[in-house]
Every structure is written in structure tokens, then in C-alpha cells.
């Protein structure tokens, strides 16, 4: 399944929001379309198969790699790799403890 294939399966839990940051992946016309009947700018690149390139914030969009590097560094956690805890709300908190480790050093 593509990724735009099962952004649909959630889009409806999406929160307000003034941008979504997304990358080629997520390119096809009718996200694109529902993102702005929702009031949601989309800030994602085109795909290389795009006749005509869409236009995007590229300024916007090299910011996100410090969401992909905070994930990267959530996973040098073992506990967290492999999620070792059954139950949800254990496994939300060692995300939690892990990223207050990482903010702080």
C-alpha cells in the first residue's frame, strides 16, 4: 500500500492545522484536494511521474528533517526499537522519558 493509499484510512482524525509537511509519497491530486477543502496548505514535493510539478514552500519543507531525526534518535533506544512493553500506555511513556533524555542532552 502506498503511502497516500493509507494517509486515506486516517484522514479524517487529521488535527487543525495550517501546513501538513509530507514527503513524495503522499503526492496524488485527490490528498492534495482534500488537504485544501480541510483549510490544510500542503507543503509536499512532486513526484518525479508529475507532468507539471505542483509548487511548495521548499524553505518549509527542508525543516523536516528535524522531526525524521528525532524519530532516528527515539530508535537508538532499544526499548523503544523493539518495543518491548505490551501495553500501550507503558510503551507511550518510555517515549516520553526517552524524549525528555534526548531534549535535555
Request: aromatic share 12%; charged share 30%; net charge positive.
Given at each position: 500500500?502506498?503511502?497516500?493509499?493509507?494517509?486515506?484510512?486516517?484522514?479524517?482524525a487529521?488535527?487543525?492545522?495550517?501546513?501538513?509537511?509530507?514527503d513524495?509519497?503522499?503526492?496524488?491530486?485527490w490528498?492534495?484536494?482534500?488537504?485544501?477543502?480541510?483549510?490544510?496548505?500542503?507543503c509536499?514535493?512532486?513526484?518525479?511521474?508529475?507532468?507539471i510539478?505542483?509548487p511548495y514552500?521548499?524553505?518549509?519543507?527542508?525543516q523536516?528533517?528535524?522531526v525524521?531525526?528525532?524519530?532516528?534518535?527515539?530508535?537508538?533506544?532499544r526499548r523503544?526499537?523493539?518495543?518491548y512493553?505490551?501495553?500501550a500506555?507503558?510503551?507511550?511513556?518510555?517515549i516520553?522519558?526517552?524524549?525528555?533524555?534526548?531534549f535535555?542532552l
Amino acid at each position: 500500500m502506498s503511502d497516500h493509499k493509507g494517509a486515506s484510512l486516517v484522514f479524517d482524525a487529521l488535527p487543525s492545522a495550517k501546513t501538513l509537511i509530507a514527503d513524495r509519497g503522499y503526492d496524488s491530486a485527490w490528498f492534495r484536494e482534500a488537504l485544501v477543502a480541510k483549510g490544510i496548505e500542503p507543503c509536499i514535493p512532486s513526484s518525479r511521474s508529475r507532468r507539471i510539478p505542483s509548487p511548495y514552500d521548499k524553505m518549509l519543507y527542508r525543516q523536516r528533517h528535524k522531526v525524521e531525526n528525532l524519530f532516528a534518535r527515539l530508535k537508538d533506544r532499544r526499548r523503544i526499537a523493539t518495543r518491548y512493553d505490551r501495553c500501550a500506555h507503558t510503551f507511550f511513556s518510555a517515549i516520553c522519558i526517552a524524549a525528555a533524555v534526548i531534549f535535555w542532552l
